[in-house]
Nanobody, 127 residues
């Protein structure tokens, strides 16, 4: 079993920044990519960033590319998502999740490919 706990969300003005953390406990994340997803009210869950377990490969959705950066600290079993230049449309609950395939060859950003999920952290961007 893997437990994921997100933190770092909050209320920020447009143009501001936040840093989300996702701490894993239980089994390690070794060999598994980690994804960041968000879900706004009335919208489907969207994959916004994925990082390979060594951090060498990343994926970003077009909506966040150039503004969000994912990183990892394997020693701490923690992944991070730096959110810069935030916009009101970034308002959502943000989740981290673990890819269910060990050492997947290519990163995936589809929610159904992830098995363990955190409880989410709210990010609200005011205009």
């Amino acid at each position: 079993q893997v437990q994921l706990v997100e933190s770092g969300g909050g209320l920020v003005q447009a143009g501001g920044s936040l840093r989300l953390s996702c701490a894993a406990s239980g089994r390690t994340l070794g060999g598994y990519a980690m994804g960041w997803f968000r879900q706004a009210p009335g919208k489907e869950r969207e994959g916004v960033a994925v990082i390979s377990w060594r951090g060498g490969s990343t994926y970003y959705s077009d909506s966040v590319k150039g503004r969000f950066t994912s990183s990892s600290d394997n020693a701490k079993n923690t992944v991070y998502l730096q959110l810069n230049s935030l916009k009101p449309e970034d308002t959502a609950v943000y989740y981290c999740a673990r890819d269910h395939v060990w050492l997947r060859a290519e990163l995936t950003h589809f929610p159904h490919e992830y098995d363990y999920w955190g409880q989410g952290t709210q990010v609200t961007v005011s205009s």
